[in-house]
C-alpha cells in the first residue's frame, strides 16, 4: 500500500492536526484542504510519502480540474516529473510548477506554483505511479486540495535612512513575497509636494536577488542619489510589476536635514 501524506506549507513553519483518508490501503494524510495565495506571487503543496517495501515510487503527477469528476483526466495535468512522457502539462502551467525535491525516492512530493493568477484557483488531485512487485502500478487520490488565489494586498517594504543635505543616500525597497518566480520589474516615481511628478538628477538604481533557500528568494532594488533641500517633502514610490501584469506600490515621504544644523546637532552631542 501507499500512504501520503499532505500539509500546508508556510515560509515560516506552521503544523496542524492530520485528517487521514484510506481507500483499498492507498491513504491520504491532509493537514488542510483548502490553501490560499494571492496573485503575482506563488503557492506551495507541501506533500511527502512513503511506500510498502515492495513499491518503487518512479514518478508523481499532479492535476487542476473541476471538482465534480472523481478523478482529473490527462488533459489536466500541471506537473509530471516523467519528462520523456506523452502526457503534457497544460500549456498555462508550463515553467511554472516545479518540485521542492528532484529525487523521487526521498518520497517528497512538494510542489511550488510561481506567478500566480486568479485563474489557478481551483482542485488539485495528485497521483503517484511505480513499479509493485514487478509491475507498474499507482493510485490516484480521491480528496482534493483547493486552492484560492486572491488579488494582491502585499506592498513593498521602502527603507530610508537618514538624508542630509548634499551627502549621498540610498534608498532600497523590496518586493512582496519570498518566492522564486520570474523576476518581477521594481521602478521608483518621485512627486513633489504639488503633485507634480519631479526627477533627481545624478541618481542610479540597482536590482538584486537573494536566495534564501531552494525556494524563496528575496528581490531588492536601490536608489542613490545625492540628497538636496528641493527633495524635502516630496514623495518617492516604488511600484513592483509581477508576470501576468499584477503589480503593488507603496509610497513614502523623504525629510531631508539641512546639512548646517545636522552638523550642529552632531555638535552638540559629542
Given amino acids: 500500500y501507499i500512504t501520503i501524506f499532505i500539509f500546508p506549507f508556510a515560509l515560516t513553519g506552521a503544523s496542524a492536526l492530520v485528517q487521514k483518508h484510506c481507500d483499498r490501503g492507498y491513504c491520504l494524510n491532509l493537514t488542510e484542504q483548502e490553501l490560499t495565495a494571492e496573485a503575482g506571487l506563488c503557492v506551495v503543496i507541501p ?27 490527462d488533459s489536466k495535468i500541471i506537473f509530471h516529473s516523467n519528462k520523456n512522457t506523452d502526457k503534457k502539462a497544460q500549456s498555462g502551467f508550463e515553467g511554472r510548477v ?18 500566480l493568477k486568479e485563474s489557478d484557483s481551483g ?8 513499479v509493485r512487485n514487478g509491475k507498474e502500478d499507482g493510485f490516484t487520490f480521491i480528496p482534493r486540495v483547493t486552492v484560492s488565489i486572491k488579488g494582491l494586498n502585499e506592498k513593498p517594504t521602502i527603507m530610508i535612512p537618514t538624508l542630509t543635505e548634499g551627502q549621498q543616500a540610498t534608498l532600497t525597497c523590496t518586493a512582496p513575497g ?24 545624478g541618481n542610479s538604481t540597482a536590482f538584486k536577488t537573494e536566495s534564501l533557500t531552494d525556494v524563496t ?7 542613490t542619489f545625492k540628497s538636496s533641500a528641493e527633495q524635502h517633502n516630496t514623495t518617492v514610490t516604488c511600484k513592483i510589476r509581477f508576470t501576468g501584469k499584477t503589480t503593488t506600490e507603496e509610497a513614502s515621504s523623504l525629510k531631508v536635514n539641512c546639512e548646517f544644523f545636522y552638523s550642529l546637532i552632531v555638535f552638540l552631542i559629542y
Fill in 217 to 223: 528568494q528575496r528581490h531588492v532594488s536601490t536608489l
Fill in 98 to 115: 516545479s518540485r521542492l525535491e528532484p529525487d523521487v525516492s526521498q518520497k517528497n512530493c512538494s510542489i511550488i506554483i510561481n506567478d
Fill in 178 to 201: 519570498l518566492c522564486s518566480g520570474s523576476v518581477p520589474e521594481i521602478t521608483w516615481t518621485w512627486r513633489g509636494a504639488g503633485g507634480t511628478e519631479s526627477y533627481i538628477t
Fill in 47 to 73: 506533500c511527502s510519502f512513503t511506500t510498502a517495501d515492495e513499491f518503487t515510487p518512479k514518478h508523481i503527477i499532479w492535476y487542476k480540474c473541476e471538482a465534480s469528476p472523481t478523478k482529473c483526466s
Fill in 123 to 130: 482542485s488539485y488531485q495528485l497521483r503517484v505511479t511505480g
